[in-house]
């Protein structure tokens, strides 16, 4: 079945600095979405890419699709204490399944 | 306007026990999901329905999990005999129709905490 993986499981960075998740599935996706968590709270949609090598941009977030659809990152430049949280990739393979990956736990020192 | 809702917020029970937790999705909004969150995990997904097509169960992880939604909208996710594993924060998501080839977004209410002691 399709597998999603995230890395890095858990990131620290201090504030300030830029952070980068990356999302892999073993099959090629029709299109992927990026949701947010914060600590305590429940998922929140950020952004869906649907096109091979589609980029992007909310204000200080980079959302990358990859050529071969088979992978996305997630870019925050300058991170601050409110980007905390929990980024999950949710990956389509053209409608038949629909799988969260495990997510990046961001931590934000200030 | 109102999000997706879910009752109760937090739920404590005896091992052995029926639960049966409540969602209310976005009026109009024709799919809902339930999912699963253990603590400091990811998204374990359970059901999706969508209209008045035959739901997808291929997540729900034992025969003792169910779900209905009655009347398209409404959905209650039962859970009997209740396990110490099924311990989690169960969430709720709606979304509109998914259009061909797409997949919408899906909004997600703030879950119900269930601790099975």
């Known amino acids: 079945g399709q597998q999603v993986m995230q890395i890095p499981q858990y990131q620290h960075v201090q504030e300030g600095e830029d952070f980068t998740t990356y999302c892999n599935s073993s099959?090629?996706?029709?299109?992927i979405q990026w949701y947010k968590q914060r600590p305590g709270g429940h998922p929140v949609f950020l952004i869906q890419?649907?096109?091979?090598?589609e980029v992007k941009k909310q204000k200080r977030l980079t959302f990358q699709f990859g050529e071969a659809k088979k992978n996305s990152s997630l870019h925050i430049t300058a991170t601050q204490t409110t980007d905390v949280g929990t980024y999950f990739c949710?990956?389509?393979?053209?409608?038949?399944?629909?799988?969260f990956g495990p997510g990046t736990r961001l931590s934000v020192l200030p | 306007g109102a999000g997706v809702s879910q009752s109760p917020s937090n739920k404590v029970t005896e091992k052995g026990k029926d639960v049966e937790l409540r969602c209310d999705p976005i009026s109009g909004h024709t799919a809902l999901y339930w999912y699963r969150q253990s603590l400091g995990q990811g998204l374990e997904f359970l059901i999706y329905?969508?209209?008045?097509?035959?739901?997808?169960k291929s997540g729900l992880p034992s025969d003792r999990f169910s779900a209905e939604r009655t009347g398209g909208s409404v959905s209650t996710l039962t859970i009997q005999r209740t396990q110490q594993e099924d311990s989690a924060v169960y969430l709720c998501?709606?979304?509109?129709?998914?259009?061909?080839?797409?997949?919408?977004?899906?909004?997600f209410g703030p879950g119900t905490r269930l601790t099975v002691t």
């Open positions: 890419l649907v096109k091979s090598g």
């Open positions: 329905f969508q209209g008045n097509s035959a739901p997808d």
């Open positions: 949710a990956a389509d393979n053209y409608g038949q399944n629909f799988v």
């Open positions: 099959t090629t996706l029709s299109n």
């Open positions: 998501a709606s979304s509109f129709a998914p259009p061909r080839g797409g997949r919408p977004e899906q909004y």
